[in-house]
């Protein structure tokens, strides 16, 4: 992930609520100029510099060296940039008539848009909302779910439920965990309720119909037309998806009996995930069985007692083998890449760049594993984008819109092919394609099978903002939404008295999701367009972009643009073509796609 450098994160993290200052939201004056708009973005840039840099010290601190008192260090800085952006987004406002240069309107814009959600003037009611959302996290975090709550040895949170639901294979069992942790969002439906009225309140002060209007003006195109924009790639890809489905129905029906049914949705619970958004843990279950993967990366590592440092170097040669300047000397010095032994840290992994221009790190505990190995490269995926427009101006340095910065991690990750394990030396020799199906039906399981779930979240959440969903169909949508995208039915009717969003953390933490959809198709749409550029005419699975100057130098050309231009620019500086297009992942997984019409054969398929 890249660095949290967003607004909601450090507004949940705040630890004391803290009111946003009640803004004067200015009418146009006539006396305002141009030359007053570039001067304010220029100090809103200034500002930003500054402050931002504080919050990303206190929160790398933070994140290596927890204690009580780096956490309070952080939520300050956190809450004092919050501040600042929100002061100055409402601001802007007042320059919403007036004729200036591209470049400075762009900024107004995209500074309006930082927020994720944007409390009202009033202050009474901007606390409230600062307190309901910090609450509805904390509520979430804290949830617990237990079989016997006379019996603290019975309750369990989401990693031990998430655990337990990866390798149980029990339906009675599954059945209960699901159940058990859908009930602890019941009661954060009021305060979703007020949370929504409260944050289109703020919203609308923007000039935004409503805060689910006020995400998707992120995007460069009207509201509206982004919302077909993602139907249109989710059709392009629904075919593959709906032979995947079938196929693993018919599996877990082999495997479960008539719980399963024969045409219907698959039940949510026996997806090995308590969302369905990752059906990786299925893989023994629904395995070709021809034997498995023809090596393991792992025990190659492993039997090289291949250090952190050592794999964090080849990730770095992926990328100077593109025609990339060397990482800094201080990437070397300052991150964190093994897990320290004397204080407690976040393993998560993440890339930062702490003084918004060339101070990168990551920040690991790396192991010497197959997905440690490709984390690696994904992270250094973001480091090397954020020093490819430290250039900007601050409201610039992102990438081209949110879903891009995963995407080009993960396409640098799709590069981890067999081929470029034996350049580099860890591998004597490619299999051939026989394995192929395996590693293909692996990584469907976990990217395809996301697609549904990564559109509906917002779906549904765009819908309860605009009002066309009122809090008496929240529940009922969203199974609508999840039946019709994923397929996935719940075990039993879910009635109005459960709020079954809530119990997935991105609700409650209010942090919107359709940037991951977003990643997951462009990924494949970078890859295709690299690997063309890199020459590789086999089959794009094994199309590895390492060593090639040309794809590097397309790539380039794409990161430095940062944020500056609208998305469609830097897509085509990448690919030549302005258009998001989902039929990259067609094209990836076109040997599977085939390997699942043989095996579907005189089944059913959809729902
Ligand atoms: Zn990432």
């Not at 997935?504 to 295709?528: E, G």
């Given at each position: 992930?890249?660095?949290?450098?967003r607004l909601?994160?450090?507004?949940?993290?705040?630890?004391?609520?803290?009111?946003?200052?009640?803004?004067?939201?200015?009418a146009?004056?006539p006396?305002?100029?141009?030359?007053?708009?570039?001067?304010?973005?220029?100090?809103?840039n200034?500002?930003?510099?500054?402050?931002?840099?504080?919050?990303?010290?206190?929160?790398w601190?933070a994140?290596?060296?927890?204690?009580?008192?780096?956490?309070a260090?952080?939520?300050?800085a956190n809450?004092?940039?919050?501040?600042?952006?929100?002061?100055?987004?409402?601001?802007?406002?007042?320059?919403?008539?007036?004729?200036?240069?591209?470049?400075?309107?762009?900024?107004?814009?995209?500074?309006?848009?930082?927020?994720?959600?944007?409390?009202?003037?009033?202050?009474?009611?901007?606390e409230?909302?600062?307190?309901?959302?910090?609450?509805?996290?904390?509520?979430?975090?804290?949830?617990k779910?237990?079989?016997?709550?006379a019996?603290?040895?019975?309750?369990?949170?989401?990693?031990?439920?998430t655990?337990?639901?990866?390798?149980?294979?029990?339906?009675?069992?599954?059945?209960?965990?699901?159940?058990?942790?859908?009930?602890?969002?019941?009661?954060?439906?009021?305060?979703?309720?007020?949370f929504?009225e409260?944050?289109?309140?703020?919203?609308k002060?923007?000039?935004?119909?409503?805060?689910g209007?006020?995400?998707?003006?992120?995007?460069?195109?009207?509201?509206?037309?982004?919302?077909?924009?993602?139907?249109?790639?989710w059709?392009?890809?629904?075919?593959?998806?709906?032979?995947l489905?079938?196929?693993?129905?018919m599996?877990?029906?082999?495997?479960?009996?008539?719980?399963?049914?024969?045409?219907?949705?698959?039940?949510?619970?026996?997806?090995?995930?308590?969302?369905?958004?990752?059906w990786?843990?299925?893989?023994?279950?629904?395995?070709?069985?021809?034997g498995?993967?023809?090596?393991?990366?792992?025990?190659?590592?492993?039997?090289?007692?291949?250090?952190a440092?050592?794999?964090?170097?080849?990730?770095?040669?992926?990328f100077?083998?593109?025609?990339?300047?060397?990482?800094p000397?201080?990437?070397?010095?300052?991150?964190m890449?093994?897990?320290?032994a004397?204080?407690?840290v976040?393993?998560?992994a993440?890339?930062?760049?702490?003084?918004?221009?060339?101070?990168?790190?990551?920040?690991?505990c790396?192991?010497?594993t197959?997905?440690?190995f490709?984390?690696?490269?994904?992270?250094?995926?973001?480091?090397?984008?954020?020093?490819?427009y430290?250039?900007?101006?601050i409201?610039?340095?992102?990438?081209a819109?949110?879903g891009?910065?995963?995407?080009?991690?993960?396409?640098?990750?799709?590069?981890?092919?067999?081929e470029?394990?034996?350049?580099?030396?860890?591998?004597?020799?490619?299999?051939?394609a026989?394995?192929?199906?395996d590693?293909?039906?692996?990584?469907?399981?976990?990217?395809?099978?996301?697609?549904?779930?990564?559109?509906?979240?917002?779906?549904?959440?765009?819908q309860?903002?605009?009002?066309?969903?009122?809090?008496?169909?929240?529940?009922?949508?969203?199974?609508?939404?999840?039946?019709?995208?994923?397929g996935?039915?719940?075990?039993e009717?879910?009635?109005?008295?459960?709020?079954?969003p809530?119990?997935?953390?991105?609700v409650?933490?209010?942090?919107?999701?359709?940037?991951?959809?977003?990643?997951?198709i462009?990924?494949?749409?970078?890859?295709?367009a690299?690997?063309?550029l890199?020459?590789?005419t086999?089959p794009?699975?094994?199309?590895?972009?390492?060593?090639?100057?040309?794809?590097?130098?397309?790539?380039?050309a794409?990161?430095?643009?940062?944020?500056?231009?609208?998305?469609?620019?830097?897509l085509?500086?990448?690919?030549?073509?302005?258009?998001?297009?989902?039929?990259?992942?067609?094209?990836y997984?076109?040997?599977?796609?085939?390997?699942?019409d043989?095996?579907?054969?005189?089944?059913?398929?959809?729902w």
């Amino acid at each position: 992930m890249p660095t949290p450098r967003r607004l909601l994160a450090g507004l949940l993290l705040a630890a004391v609520p803290v009111t946003i200052a009640a803004c004067r939201v200015w009418a146009p004056s006539p006396a305002l100029s141009a030359e007053d708009a570039a001067k304010f973005v220029t100090a809103v840039n200034d500002t930003m510099l500054k402050l931002g840099r504080q919050q990303q010290q206190a929160n790398w601190v933070a994140a290596t060296y927890i204690t009580s008192d780096t956490e309070a260090i952080s939520a300050r800085a956190n809450q004092a940039y919050i501040d600042a952006v929100a002061r100055n987004a409402k601001d802007a406002v007042r320059f919403n008539s007036l004729q200036v240069a591209a470049d400075v309107r762009r900024q107004l814009e995209l500074l309006k848009t930082t927020l994720t959600v944007v409390t009202p003037s009033d202050a009474r009611q901007a606390e409230e909302l600062t307190t309901l959302t910090a609450s509805m996290e904390a509520a979430y975090g804290r949830g617990k779910w237990c079989k016997d709550p006379a019996q603290p040895a019975t309750c369990l949170d989401i990693e031990q439920i998430t655990e337990e639901m990866a390798t149980s294979r029990d339906p009675v069992r599954l059945r209960e965990l699901w159940e058990g942790w859908h009930t602890i969002s019941i009661p954060m439906k009021k305060d979703y309720v007020r949370f929504v009225e409260l944050a289109n309140r703020g919203a609308k002060e923007l000039g935004f119909a409503d805060t689910g209007a006020l995400w998707r003006a992120k995007y460069d195109m009207p509201p509206d037309a982004f919302t077909r924009e993602l139907d249109r790639l989710w059709e392009q890809v629904r075919p593959l998806y709906v032979s995947l489905h079938a196929y693993v129905r018919m599996k877990l029906r082999a495997k479960y009996g008539d719980i399963v049914p024969e045409k219907g949705p698959i039940p949510a619970h026996l997806m090995g995930n308590i969302w369905a958004q990752d059906w990786s843990n299925l893989a023994p279950l629904v395995a070709p069985g021809s034997g498995g993967p023809a090596y393991s990366l792992t025990d190659i590592l492993k039997s090289r007692n291949a250090g952190a440092v050592e794999m964090t170097k080849m990730g770095e040669r992926f990328f100077t083998s593109l025609g990339f300047a060397p990482l800094p000397a201080t990437f070397w010095e300052r991150s964190m890449l093994v897990k320290p032994a004397d204080r407690n840290v976040i393993c998560h992994a993440s890339a930062w760049d702490v003084d918004l221009v060339e101070d990168l790190r990551i920040k690991m505990c790396i192991d010497p594993t197959e997905e440690d190995f490709t984390t690696i490269h994904h992270e250094l995926g973001h480091n090397f984008y954020q020093r490819a427009y430290n250039t900007l101006p601050i409201l610039f340095r992102d990438s081209a819109n949110d879903g891009f910065h995963e995407a080009v991690g993960d396409t640098i990750a799709l590069s981890v092919t067999p081929e470029y394990l034996v350049k580099i030396g860890l591998l004597d020799k490619a299999p051939d394609a026989s394995g192929d199906i395996d590693l293909l039906l692996a990584r469907a399981l976990e990217k395809i099978a996301f697609l549904p779930f990564g559109l509906l979240i917002d779906q549904w959440r765009w819908q309860v903002f605009s009002g066309q969903v009122p809090p008496d169909q929240y529940n009922k949508v969203w199974w609508d939404l999840r039946l019709k995208y994923q397929g996935v039915a719940p075990p039993e009717m879910r009635g109005e008295q459960f709020f079954d969003p809530g119990a997935k953390y991105h609700v409650p933490a209010v942090t919107p999701y359709t940037r991951y959809f977003l990643a997951h198709i462009l990924q494949f749409q970078f890859h295709r367009a690299l690997a063309t550029l890199a020459g590789c005419t086999g089959p794009l699975n094994r199309c590895s972009i390492y060593e090639s100057k040309v794809a590097g130098a397309r790539l380039e050309a794409m990161l430095k643009l940062g944020q500056s231009k609208p998305w469609p620019d830097a897509l085509e500086a990448l690919t030549g073509s302005r258009d998001m297009d989902a039929t990259a992942i067609r094209d990836y997984f076109a040997p599977l796609q085939t390997w699942l019409d043989e095996q579907l054969k005189g089944q059913p398929t959809g729902w």
